[in-house]
């Protein structure tokens, strides 16, 4: 089955510093992603599509300048948390987009998700 | 917007019990529609998938349906065991958008 994996799966950040968190799509090529958050007992939340070598689609109340998303290339996209603050504390989980082959059908794959702490 | 709402929010059980996890969604266009479970601190780990044209899907002592027409989807859990406490997730989509998750069962089987 398709591979994604995330990294960093878990970081503690200064309030006011930025982390990237990277997903990478690992047998296979993504043109689309998506990126998620989770808050403690909550329900993962859509923050946004990610497009391979355009800007990225945001939904609805997500900081476009604050969650930078980058999609160089078919395996890769990145998410940056610029000037964190504490809460965004939350767990970010990424999912690619694959096609299955033979229907006009795709399926989402995630990411095992990053924890990121903002002190 | 498509959303989805899961009910019970939570749910405590006996071991051997049957027991059944709703869902509903809003959008009877919904293409494909997937339940997911997560262990606490953990990432999604994807129990099944019903594709469009499909109406249900089995593994092992789970079993998903899906019905369009009344916009519900429902996760069967045979035998349960203690094992399977967890939190349940369901979700959709529509042709060529992201799944949008409902807020989850958190299901305990007590030994």
């Known amino acids: 089955g398709a591979v994604v994996s995330q990294h960093p799966s878990w970081v503690i950040c200064k309030s006011g510093t930025s982390v990237k968190i990277e997903c990478r799509s690992l047998d296979f090529q993504a043109t689309t992603m998506f990126w998620y958050r989770q808050f403690p007992k909550q329900s993962l939340m859509l923050m946004a599509t990610s497009n391979e070598g355009s800007k990225a689609t945001y939904e609805q109340g997500v900081e476009k300048d604050k969650f930078l998303i980058n999609h160089a290339s078919l395996t890769l996209s990145t998410l940056t948390v610029t000037s964190a603050h504490p809460e965004d504390s939350s767990f970010y989980i990424c999912?690619?987009?694959?096609?299955?082959?033979?229907?006009?059908?795709?399926?989402?794959?995630f990411g095992p998700g990053t924890r990121l702490t903002v002190t | 917007k498509q959303e989805v709402t899961q009910i019970p929010a939570a749910l405590s059980v006996p071991e051997g019990e049957n027991l059944v996890l709703n869902c509903s969604f809003t959008?009877?266009?919904?293409?494909?529609l997937q339940w997911f479970r997560q262990d606490p601190g953990k990432g999604l780990t994807s129990l099944l998938l019903?594709?469009?044209?499909?109406r249900e899907q089995t593994s092992g002592r789970l079993n998903a349906s899906l019905d369009k027409s009344s916009g519900r989807s429902t996760l069967y859990i045979a035998a349960s065991q203690p094992g399977d406490s967890a939190t349940y997730l369901c979700?959709?989509?529509?042709?060529?958008?992201?799944?949008?998750f409902g807020k989850g069962t958190t299901l305990s089987v007590s030994s």
């Open positions: 959008d009877s266009a919904i293409y494909n």
């Open positions: 999912s690619a987009r694959v096609w299955v082959r033979g229907t006009d059908n795709y399926e989402q794959y």
């Open positions: 979700a959709g989509n529509q042709a060529g958008t992201a799944l949008i």
């Open positions: 019903i594709q469009s044209s499909q």
